[in-house]
């Protein structure tokens, strides 16, 4: 069996846009800023939640990927820091399900392009039907793991650091269903997006 060519010039996902680059660069700053401004005023723990965003918000400078996803991957992991440091989610107990439906498929998507860009899955190809079908496949998995990996988080943030972090049976259960709906729904849309991109001239 032939080996699968890696990403080339010639193929795209997640591809750089022109003028999205300061965009990207713009909620960066924003995260570093945060940074300064959660050390002047917030705990240890919140000073290093938003030294995890930023660093979060390095990867797709450092994978090339600009754009919507780059823009939507930052502002998203920022929000949702900056939300629960301000206690929104304790304020407007359903804003938890739209973070966690946003913020893990955006991660999920973010993550399956890295796969491709590393050559651990194909190159994108408009007219394969299945290669779009694994786009979707690979990224609600990859969004189901994560999901996992947040409650783990959740919890032990709750049992070992702040017990004012809400778990509990129902929390989990619909974080899960959201994170994983979220997953679907960025999956789709990276596949839908990436084969429109090649069908151009």
């Given at each position: 069996m032939p080996a699968t060519p890696a990403p080339t010039a010639g193929t795209s996902l997640a591809a750089p846009a022109r003028g999205a680059i300061l965009a990207g660069d713009a909620v960066r700053a924003g995260a570093a800023l945060s940074v300064v401004v959660a050390g002047a005023t917030l705990d240890g723990v919140g000073v290093a939640l938003f030294l995890l965003v930023l660093g979060g918000t390095m990867v797709p400078r450092a994978l090339g990927v600009t754009g919507v996803l780059d823009v939507g991957y930052g502002a998203a992991l920022l929000a949702s820091a900056w939300a629960a440091q301000l206690e929104w989610y304790r304020a407007v107990p359903w804003l938890d399900l739209p973070v966690h439906a946003v913020c893990t498929g955006l991660i999920a998507a973010l993550a399956t392009v890295t796969l491709v860009r590393v050559g651990a899955l194909p190159a994108p190809h408009a007219d394969a039907r299945p290669w779009r079908t694994g786009v979707v496949v690979v990224t609600t998995g990859l969004g189901a793991v994560l999901a996992i990996l947040w409650e783990l988080g959740e919890w032990a943030g709750h049992t070992f650091l702040d017990d004012r972090i809400g778990v509990g049976y129902?929390?989990?259960?619909?974080?899960?269903?959201?994170?994983?709906?979220?997953?679907?729904?960025?999956?789709?849309?990276?596949?839908?997006?990436?084969?429109?991109?090649?069908?151009?001239?």
């Open positions: 129902g929390d989990t259960v619909t974080d899960l269903a959201t994170g994983l709906l979220g997953s679907v729904v960025a999956g789709v849309l990276l596949a839908r997006g990436t084969a429109a991109r090649e069908h151009r001239p």
